[in-house]
Nanobody, 118 residues
Framework: QVQVVESGGGLVQPGGSLRLSCAGSGFTFSRYTMSWYRQAPGKERELVAAITSAGGSTNYADSVKGRFTISRDNAENTVYLQMNSLTLEGTAVYYC???????????WGQGTQVTVSS
């Protein structure tokens, strides 16, 4: 059974930090490109960051460059998103997405809520 499970969301003040985790199981995690997306209220889901299957390449949305870092541990089947200097615009549900490097197979997590508020 395939599972993609995000954790680490919560309430944080502007300027604060959070680290999100996404654990995958039921598929060969190391063969999947992993991405973080977010969806704010009333807005479309947008790509935040992505990392290739071996972790050799990453890319980020312009809005988070220099503040967010995506990383992965294939031994632990986990991808992380370190979020620093959070702004109010960071309030959203953050989703983890797995895309096979060999096919179009795609899995989504259920999301974790991040709220940035003073």
């Amino acid at each position: 059974q395939v599972q993609v499970v995000e954790s680490g969301g919560g309430l944080v003040q502007p300027g604060g930090s959070l680290r999100l985790s996404c654990a995958g199981s039921g598929f060969t995690f190391s063969r999947y490109t992993m991405s973080w997306y977010r969806q704010a209220p009333g807005k479309e889901r947008e790509l935040v960051a992505a990392i290739t299957s071996a972790g050799g390449s990453t890319n980020y949305a312009d809005s988070v460059k220099g503040r967010f870092t995506i990383s992965r541990d294939n031994a632990e089947n986990t991808v992380y998103l370190q979020m620093n200097s959070l702004t109010l615009e960071g309030t959203a549900v953050y989703y983890c997405k797995a895309v096979s490097a060999w096919s179009s197979r795609t899995y989504w997590g259920q999301g974790t809520q991040v709220t940035v508020s003073s």
